[in-house]
């Protein structure tokens, strides 16, 4: 074959060669420990963004799904890189004794209090969550609590305390584990709960739980995402983490938000929340 004629034979054999669509470069330290709510995980969400986020970048998700006070402690520790996770109050804490940086809000929805449908404590058509609580109370009706210092409880916790109570008692329980067993277990034993709104229109086709109060402006529910600082705790993998919240509030990760869920449920189980001001 001439010199000319191989030449040609390489240039066309080139272009009939499909392009191979490039993969992202390992980085230098792929692992990245998120720590996080458990409602992230039992909603599906962290289902969908985890895999494309780690095809993006070449970054591999190690997810510790747990009670978002148990999440803040392993920041607290240097245990985990980023935290995902909603209670305020205890985020300003970690931000205030440097544990955490880089604090950005993520999405939002609410918490919403179910029970059975026959609704022993008559809370249904009541309109604020604190009055609800204080039916509960005095009719004494099964109240199932997570106890896991998770932002659930904390804004339950908080809702007693604005009812002018402390709940003990039998009627009083706690089931020490996430937002999805803890709803299995009310459905089980007939009893009211609080509970985020995504991970109850996730399994409500399997719960024996009906939605009896939702609207009260004390249970709005903002997720942030936060950096553990690597002036504090060396260890941690803070370009993953970094990474992950860009990603996180990218404009094209909030947009995927906004979907989320309507597909199965009718509504989204969030609502993008980056960039935004915050109540």
Known sequence: MGYS?????????????????????????PEVILATTTSTQDSGLLDVLVPDFEAKTGYRIKVIAVGTGAALAMGQRGDADVLFVHAPAAEMELLASGDAVDRRPVMHNDFIIVGPEN????????????DAFRKIAQAQDLFLSRGDDSGTHQTELA???EAGLTP???????SGQG??????????????T???????LTMRASLDLVLLLEGDE???????????NPEKHPGVNYEGATAFADYLTSPEVQRVIREYGKDRFGQPLFFPAAGKPEP
């Open 5 to 29: 004629l191989l030449l040609l034979f390489l240039v066309l054999t080139a272009c009939a060669t499909p392009a191979t669509p490039a993969s992202p470069s390992l980085p230098a330290n």
């Open 119 to 130: 609704d022993p404590a008559g809370i249904r058509g009541t309109v604020k969550a604190a």
């Open 159 to 161: 809702l007693w305390k």
């Open 168 to 174: 003990a008692g039998a009627w009083y329980q706690e």
């Open 179 to 192: 937002m999805g067993a803890t709803l299995k277990i009310a459905s089980e034993k007939g009893a009211y």
């Open 194 to 200: 609080l509970t985020d709104r995504a991970t109850y």
């Open 218 to 228: 004390t249970l709005y529910n903002i997720y942030h995402v936060m950096v553990v």
